[in-house]
């Protein structure tokens, strides 16, 4: 009767085991790829992430926004020639050298909101530039290796088949999990992008405040913004890197089950560390 039921256990066993596996693999390589991805993703400026997309976003940015820009631009030109009359006693003290000085700040504006595609994309280039060469530096590999997996294999078939049913049911809601931090990953890294879409789209309204003291914190701030949005990857590359180092220090074949939902915390931990990098990019760019 024990032979029997030592029989049934080892079918059990046969059947149960490679499927275990195969959830193991799958789950890690669903995380793998998507924290692979993010890499590539940060470091893709918003030119090359979809070129459709953004040559959407520029026709309606110059056929829509920016005849608004230049509206506010004259206004803000004559606001700043009407102040400088005004700070020469209407005239009465006359000097020729501030007419200059008001054509010279004009045209400067002018520039700024003609060009304003380049200006915001050259931040993105420099934030390109950071994030590719942290890239270098940072160990992103999450991956399990085949080593691993053969241990917590070796580790699984001497276990008994009830804490082999108990182990089947963890990972099975731990893949589920995991499989949910992944996407939300997914989620966190396109807001960003289309965030970053959104804010060049209203760009040459807050470039157009340039050309009058009072009104440009309008455009100072939104440059930080940029720059915030631009580093924000940087942030990310960072995020990853701790995770990778946390991932390496887990051992898989001493204890499975605790490794596992060790796994699934610092997932998560990785999905709250990349939502909270806007709030901490922007809070160090004064950019709130």
């Given at each position: 009767?024990?032979?029997?039921?030592?029989?049934?256990?080892?079918?059990?066993?046969?059947?149960?085991?490679?499927?275990?596996?195969?959830?193991?693999?799958?789950?890690?390589?669903?995380?793998n790829?998507?924290?692979?991805?993010?890499?590539?993703?940060?470091?893709?400026?918003p030119?090359?992430?979809?070129?459709?997309?953004?040559?959407?976003?520029?026709?309606?940015?110059?056929?829509?926004?920016?005849?608004?820009?230049?509206?506010?631009?004259?206004?803000?030109?004559?606001?700043?020639?009407?102040?400088?009359?005004?700070?020469?006693?209407?005239?009465?003290?006359f000097?020729?050298?501030?007419?200059?000085?008001?054509?010279?700040?004009?045209?400067?504006?002018?520039?700024?909101?003609?060009?304003?595609?380049?200006?915001?994309?050259?931040?993105?280039?420099?934030?390109?530039?950071?994030?590719?060469?942290?890239?270098?530096?940072?160990?992103?590999?999450?991956?399990?290796?085949a080593?691993?997996?053969?241990?917590?294999?070796?580790?699984?078939?001497?276990?008994?088949?009830?804490?082999?049913?108990?182990?089947?049911?963890?990972?099975s809601?731990?893949?589920?999990?995991?499989?949910?931090?992944?996407?939300?990953i997914?989620?966190?890294?396109?807001?960003?992008?289309?965030?970053?879409y959104?804010?060049?789209?209203?760009?040459?309204?807050?470039?157009?405040?340039?050309?009058n003291?009072?009104?440009?914190?309008?455009?100072?701030?939104?440059?930080?913004?940029?720059?915030?949005?631009?580093?924000?990857?940087?942030?990310?590359?960072?995020?990853?890197?701790?995770?990778?180092?946390?991932?390496?220090?887990?051992?898989?074949?001493?204890?499975?089950?605790?490794?596992?939902?060790?796994?699934?915390?610092?997932?998560?931990?990785?999905?709250?560390?990349?939502?909270?990098?806007?709030?901490?990019?922007?809070?160090?760019?004064?950019?709130?």
């Amino acid at each position: 009767m024990d032979r029997l039921f030592e029989q049934i256990e080892e079918h059990l066993k046969e059947l149960i085991i490679p499927y275990l596996m195969s959830c193991l693999s799958s789950m890690f390589n669903c995380v793998n790829d998507e924290v692979g991805a993010i890499a590539s993703d940060v470091a893709t400026t918003p030119s090359a992430f979809s070129p459709s997309v953004f040559n959407m976003i520029r026709n309606i940015s110059d056929t829509v926004i920016m005849p608004i820009a230049g509206i506010i631009l004259t206004f803000v030109a004559c606001y700043e020639l009407i102040q400088l009359i005004i700070s020469y006693n209407n005239l009465a003290n006359f000097e020729t050298w501030f007419i200059w000085k008001w054509v010279f700040k004009t045209a400067i504006a002018v520039e700024l909101i003609t060009h304003t595609f380049d200006f915001t994309m050259a931040v993105f280039d420099v934030a390109q530039h950071v994030i590719t060469n942290a890239g270098g530096i940072i160990s992103a590999s999450t991956a399990v290796d085949a080593s691993a997996l053969a241990s917590m294999q070796s580790t699984i078939e001497a276990m008994d088949i009830w804490s082999i049913f108990a182990l089947f049911f963890q990972v099975s809601i731990i893949m589920i999990l995991t499989q949910l931090s992944s996407k939300l990953i997914f989620v966190i890294i396109m807001v960003r992008m289309i965030e970053i879409y959104m804010y060049v789209s209203m760009a040459p309204i807050p470039f157009a405040t340039w050309g009058n003291k009072e009104h440009s914190a309008m455009g100072m701030h939104f440059v930080k913004s940029l720059f915030a949005l631009g580093f924000q990857g940087f942030l990310i590359m960072i995020c990853v890197g701790i995770y990778a180092m946390l991932i390496a220090s887990i051992s898989f074949s001493s204890d499975i089950v605790g490794s596992l939902w060790s796994v699934l915390g610092y997932t998560f931990l990785l999905g709250l560390s990349l939502f909270k990098t806007s709030t901490v990019s922007k809070a160090i760019l004064n950019a709130m």
